[in-house]
């Protein structure tokens, strides 16, 4: 039985246009030396130092504890408030100046669109809560104006529950579902939120 040659149309990664588009988003890695972070040239990132031949790893060794923080944080984690929300891109387009008010370019120029992104959250509830849940709603709007980004953030609600951002870590603790057990799930619905509200006149 005669075998069958195979042809391989060899095609030159320069006349690729595949490759060309992904030209300005790869690095070229080739004849540099691995640095770390601070870039401190690495000689070797695949054995760590240690006390003699045989002994315990040493805490001196640098690249070995920047490798294991690396690996630590490969993972982002989730956000620990407003974690579930929605995205809208679009343009913002002024219909009458507010020079009264502003300065900000965008507010004064009725010509100019202006790209903004909006978010709208939820606040206690983990990634995949429900949106039904009685909580507070996010309301963020980005806008990407020629002066540089214009954030403006809000929640719906009049009063917050706190005057001193010092109570806020505790606030959290309280609303969100017990670390062990995951509930309740975005609500309040549970005895640390109510011990926060009475032991906290301003709340």
Excluded: C
Aim: no cysteine; hydrophobic share 35%.
């Amino acid at each position: 039985m005669k075998k069958k040659e195979l042809k391989t149309e060899q095609v030159d990664p320069v006349e690729n246009k595949k490759v060309n588009a992904l030209r300005p988003h790869t690095a070229d890695a080739t004849g540099q030396q691995m640095t770390t972070d601070q870039g401190v040239k690495i000689n070797d990132d695949q054995n760590s130092l240690r006390a003699g031949d045989r002994g315990a790893t040493l805490l001196e060794d640098f690249i070995l504890r920047e490798k294991i923080t690396h690996f630590d944080h490969e993972r982002i984690p989730e956000r620990v408030v407003h974690a579930r929300g929605s995205g809208a891109h679009g343009v913002f387009k002024l219909y009458k100046p507010l020079a009264e008010w502003t300065k900000a370019g965008f507010l004064n120029d009725i010509e100019t669109e202006t790209p903004v992104f909006v978010r709208f959250s939820t606040v206690a509830g983990s990634r995949g809560s429900t949106d039904l849940a009685r909580d507070v709603r996010g309301f963020a709007v980005k806008f990407y104006t020629q002066e540089g980004n214009f954030d403006l953030v809000g929640n719906n609600m009049p009063v917050f529950f706190i005057q001193d951002a010092m109570k806020f870590p505790d606030l959290v603790h309280a609303v969100k579902p017990e670390p062990d057990k995951e509930i309740p799930q975005a609500a309040s619905a549970h005895d640390t939120f109510w011990d926060f509200i009475s032991l906290m006149p301003e709340s």
